[in-house]
């Protein structure tokens, strides 16, 4: 399976992609495996792995596991270090988080994930990964330069670095359970300077206007995880992002 060639695919035919992210951290990798086949008969289009804290080892292989024998769409890890790497998934967000102060999530943990990644022939997807205030868990931990909400020309030039510098998509993050998702202004000018690059905008994003917007305003993908850990019913939720986002 190619990943990155089947998320375009989806992008061709229905416009956007919905992407489910599950934080093994969070449940025990049979729960997780059930929270993902509950959002693909929503209508989820592949499962993001991973987490900013304790997501690797054996709970993340089992993780990994458990979810691809329940459902048959992408697994993509997701991973906080190089210790976020699972050579049972299908691909791997291949990033840098190029607004860290810290070299090591920059670059560090990418030469020390690279030979797994290479061993293990997952599918690595490049990736520039910004961080916007609030930035939560993933902020403080990856001791990242936030980019402020109501600065978009910020994100649009750390964006257009990261497509120079041959990254494929653009993460968008305003941090796992932020009170309100990244603004449509900054949005359309981070889409705007990418041109045909992929955007991912994730964080914040709880019901289906939110989803709407965001899609409006230019993002590819659209991100939900921490609202799928606090609804009874994961299935009609994530039909409901869906449906907001796909033509």
């Known amino acids: 399976m190619q990943v990155e060639a089947h998320l375009q695919k989806i992008i061709d035919q229905e416009g956007k992609v919905h992407l489910t992210l599950i934080d093994p951290a969070s449940q025990t990798p049979e729960r997780a495996a059930e929270i993902a086949l509950a959002a693909v008969k929503g209508g989820t289009d592949a499962i993001m792995i991973g987490g900013s804290t304790g997501a690797s080892g054996t709970l993340l ?3 990994v596991i458990k979810i ?3 459902v048959d769409v992408p697994t993509i890890l997701f991973p906080g270090s ?3 790497l699972s050579r049972y998934a299908d691909a791997v967000f291949f990033m840098s988080l190029l607004n860290s102060r810290d070299l090591g999530y920059v670059i560090t943990n990418q030469v020390l994930g690279a030979p797994l990644v290479y061993q293990s022939q997952i599918e690595p997807i490049s990736m520039a990964y910004l961080i916007v205030e609030p930035g939560g868990t993933v902020g403080w931990v990856g001791d990242a330069k936030l980019i402020p909400r109501k600065k978009p020309e910020l994100a649009a030039v750390y964006a257009l ?11 968008l993050e305003a941090g796992s359970g932020a009170d309100k998702p990244i603004n449509p202004e900054m949005i359309g000018a ?6 045909e690059n992929k955007l991912i905008v994730g964080g914040g994003i709880r019901d289906a206007e939110a989803a709407k917007l965001c899609a409006l305003a230019g993002a590819d993908m659209i991100v939900t995880g921490t609202v799928l850990e606090e609804v009874r ?9 869906v449906s907001a986002i796909k033509r």
Do not use: I, N, R
């Open 61 to 63: 292989d089992e993780t």
């Open 68 to 70: 691809k024998e329940k």
């Open 82 to 84: 190089s210790a976020g």
């Open 161 to 171: 670095a990261g497509k120079y510098l041959g990254m494929h998509y653009t993460y």
């Open 190 to 195: 981070v889409k705007q300077v990418l041109g």
């Open 233 to 241: 019913d994961v299935t009609v939720k994530v039909a409901e992002l």
